[in-house]
């Protein structure tokens, strides 16, 4: 079965500085991979997607993230976090196949704090 | 653009009630979805339905039904709710096409059970 696995639950960032958000995926085949970012009170807001092609995918509101198939990681990266981006950031994998199975297996997220 | 839109956004219901949540959209989409948010669990898919009369069950259907009664809507139904139904649920679609298209989420219902 197709799981995903963010090791960080909450992260801490000083405003200005660069950050890394780690996601390792299980499945048996190329995956569909998906970062959403869900603000307090609010639903999920897609940054980026990866299917194929460039292993380095970039997003909404200057995110962009790689993927790694030997890792099994496709982690999230900003150069420079805002106070803006405070919130709760989660690694998607799609279920997708020709078996009929469908919908998205989430890691648990990860929340993010921005240091003043 | 209303994308996708769930109402109510609040309840709370006494134990063995029964409600049901509903879910729209208006992109046109195929497949719809509804998921539970729990602390600490991330989301996880209750059903899902691939085009109008089709349902399918997710990871955590128990306790719970579904119905896709047009293409624009997909609701959700607790028949006698539990307090471990207690939950932000969000309800998602998915354009047509192939299956790497991404999945549009409205902003939840916060369903509590006393």
């Known amino acids: 079965a197709q799981s995903v696995t963010q090791p960080d639950i909450h992260i801490t960032v000083s405003e200005g500085a660069s950050l890394e958000l780690r996601c390792n995926y299980s499945?048996?085949?190329?995956?569909?991979l998906f970062w959403y970012v869900q603000s307090p009170g609010q639903g999920l807001q897609l940054l980026l997607k990866?299917?194929?092609?460039?292993?380095l995918v970039q997003g909404i509101k200057g995110f962009e993230a790689e993927f790694k198939r030997s890792q099994s990681s496709f982690n999230l990266r900003k150069p420079s976090v805002h106070w803006s981006d405070a919130a709760e950031y989660f690694c998607?994998?799609?279920?997708?196949?020709?078996?009929?199975?469908?919908?998205?297996?989430f890691g648990k997220g990860t929340h993010l704090i921005i240091q003043p | 653009n209303a994308g996708v839109t769930q109402t109510p956004k609040f309840q709370v219901l006494k134990t063995g009630q029964s409600m049901t949540l509903q879910c729209a959209q208006d992109?046109?989409?195929?497949?719809m979805y509804w998921y539970r948010q729990d602390p600490g669990m991330g989301l996880r898919l209750i059903y899902y339905?691939?085009?109008?009369?089709?349902?399918d069950k997710g990871e955590v259907p128990n306790g719970y039904n579904v119905s896709r009664l047009n293409k624009r809507e997909f609701s959700l139904r607790l028949e006698s709710a539990a307090p471990s139904q207690t939950s932000v649920y969000f309800c998602?679609?998915?354009?047509?096409?192939?299956?790497?298209?991404?999945?549009?989420f409205g902003d939840g219902t916060r369903l509590s059970i006393l």
């Open positions: 499945y048996g085949a190329t995956p569909y």
């Open positions: 990866y299917f194929s092609g460039d292993t």
């Open positions: 998602a679609s998915r354009p047509p096409g192939k299956a790497n298209q991404p999945q549009h």
């Open positions: 998607a994998v799609g279920l997708y196949s020709g078996g009929g199975a469908d919908g998205l297996t």
């Open positions: 992109m046109n989409h195929n497949s």
């Open positions: 339905s691939a085009s109008e009369g089709t349902t």
